[in-house]
């Protein structure tokens, strides 16, 4: 019951979070866009089953614009051990900038692609579509060309990232 509620509060923590910031402009972040590389440090599902994959083995690629706007794709191994992809665009917001560091909020939106029922094997809705849309939101604290992101996946759990710009 404990961890259903912190779970409830995250899940509001983080809507709040994204809904009540404002958007990075060209002239508070940087006035070029960029590129960002990101992989996976680790994963957490909130059913500890066993079965499930917490070592997804993300790598990602974005595109940021001076306007906030970003594109991306990852390739990564899903909760069932299954190759995937990703493919998305989205918004970051700009929540406070404490000294050199950044706070903020992504919210993502796109193509989950890579799921497999495996002749009835899974029972996730998931595995039934095969490929579906997906809205991923995530919070990250950046430090000069460095970020570390922690990123909801539905209500299954979160996976932690590291990235740099270039």
Do not use: C
């Not at 059913?47 to 990852?74: C, F, M, T, V, W």
């Not at 993502?108 to 890579?114: D, K």
Request: proline share 3%; charged share 15%; no cysteine.
């Amino acid at each position: 019951m404990i961890r259903g509620n912190i779970k409830i509060l995250f899940i509001l923590f983080l809507v709040m979070f994204l809904f009540h910031s404002t958007p990075i402009t060209a002239q508070e972040v940087e006035n070029e866009s960029y590129f960002f590389l990101q992989t996976s440090l680790t994963t957490y599902h909130w059913n500890q089953n066993p079965d499930r994959n917490n070592k997804q083995d993300l790598i990602g690629l974005e595109y940021h614009k001076s306007n906030s706007k970003l594109y991306g794709i990852a390739y990564f191994q899903n909760s069932y051990f299954q190759p995937t992809w990703y493919i998305y665009a989205g918004k970051v917001y700009q929540y406070k900038e404490i000294s050199d560091f950044n706070l903020y909020g992504k919210l993502t939106y796109g193509i989950i692609s890579g799921y497999d029922d495996e002749n009835g094997k899974y029972s996730s809705y998931m595995n039934d579509l095969g490929t579906f849309p997906a809205v991923i939101p995530s919070i990250g604290i950046g430090y000069e060309k460095f970020s570390l992101e922690v990123s909801l996946f539905g209500v299954s759990g979160y996976i932690a990232n590291l990235g740099m710009k270039f």
